[in-house]
């Protein structure tokens, strides 16, 4: 539990040591939604989940329209999950209402938004840290480039593979996953 208490902080580096003892998957992952409340992993179970570190102002702004429209045909299946930054080129400068005004009234967004995060850095959360990290993911080590990046998770919680902003959330990179 002390392990998970001191990743709950932004910044964090465990030690070898803790990192043998200490499980940390992304169901362990804190983070609150884009309304402030706690995340509940209950919703995404039995289900892939695509995270997506999405902004507002940016020139791949538009894959959020396929972004709903795979979470719409996959729902079943897939939960879709955007994470709004603000890191690349300050695209993403707004407050939790604005941006998530933006998404409903120009996107009609309906998959799930958490809180506005740092995806890489000194900052990073515990979500990106498990997300670009094999010593957490046990997978692979990754980093965030741009906004749109994607990360796939299976089920069971284990990193499928991650996809840069040019992959369109509608590829069969993606959705060969789904089938």
């Known amino acids: 539990m002390k ?8 910044a964090f580096k465990p030690s070898e040591k803790e990192m043998e ?7 362990d992952v804190k983070i609150h939604t884009l309304a402030g ?3 509940s992993w209950d919703v995404v179970k039995g289900r892939f989940i695509l995270f ?10 538009s894959q ?13 299946k897939l939960m879709v999950i955007g994470v709004p930054c603000n890191q690349f080129g300050a695209q993403e400068p707004g ?10 009234k120009n996107y009609g967004v309906s998959f799930t938004l958490l809180e506005k995060i740092d995806v890489k ?3 990073q959360h515990q979500l990106y840290a498990w997300l670009t990290q094999k010593r957490y993911n046990k997978k692979m080590s990754s980093s965030v480039k741009w906004n749109f990046q994607k990360y796939l998770v299976s089920p069971d919680g284990q990193l499928v593979d991650f996809f840069y ?3 369109s959330p509608l590829s069969k990179k993606i959705t060969k996953h789904l089938a």
């Open 3 to 10: 392990f998970l208490q001191k990743i709950s902080n932004k």
């Open 121 to 123: 850095g000194l900052n």
């Open 37 to 39: 409340k706690p995340f």
């Open 165 to 167: 902003s040019t992959t």
């Open 21 to 27: 003892t200490a499980p940390f998957g992304i169901f």
């Open 52 to 61: 997506v570190n999405v902004a507002s102002e940016c020139g791949f702004t």
């Open 64 to 76: 959020y329209k396929d972004l709903e429209n795979l979470f719409q045909k996959y729902s079943d």
């Open 95 to 104: 407050t939790a209402e604005q941006i998530g005004a933006f998404c409903e």
